[in-house]
């Protein structure tokens, strides 16, 4: 079995910075794309960030300067800094893992618990 766990959510003031952690753990032969999403109250959960295991990063325009993606292949762990923030970006943000169990096995997706972000004065 394989875990993710996020850290780093909070209330914050418009313009301000956070940083989301994402750890993996368990059963990890390899690591593929991982990636930030996050859905508010109301609307559709939403690509924030994205990382392939080169390295390679992608970010929608709404965040796009302000939001970076990291990895530390190490620690099994994605980062998400958030930069001016606003309270459009308000919502809950989920971490993503795609990761082959064993060598043998197939990928497989996996999602963290989600941790909150309110962005207000």
């Known amino acids: 079995q394989v875990q993710l766990v996020e850290s780093g959510g909070g209330l914050v003031q418009p313009g301000g910075s956070l940083r989301l952690s994402c750890a993996a753990s368990g059963s990890i032969f390899k690591f593929y794309a991982m990636g930030w999403y996050r859905q508010a109250p109301g609307k559709p959960r939403e690509l924030v960030a994205a990382?392939?295991?080169?390295?390679?990063?992608n970010y929608p325009d709404s965040v796009k300067g302000r939001f970076t993606i990291s990895r530390d292949n190490a620690k099994n762990t994605v980062y998400l800094q958030m930069n001016s923030l606003k309270p459009e970006d308000t919502a809950v943000y989920s971490c993503?893992?795609?990761?082959?169990?064993?060598?043998?096995?197939?990928?497989?997706?996996?999602w963290g618990q989600g941790t909150q972000v309110t962005v207000s004065s």
């Open positions: 993503n893992a795609v990761i082959k169990p064993t060598i043998s096995g197939n990928l497989q997706s996996y």
């Open positions: 990382i392939t295991s080169g390295g390679s990063t």
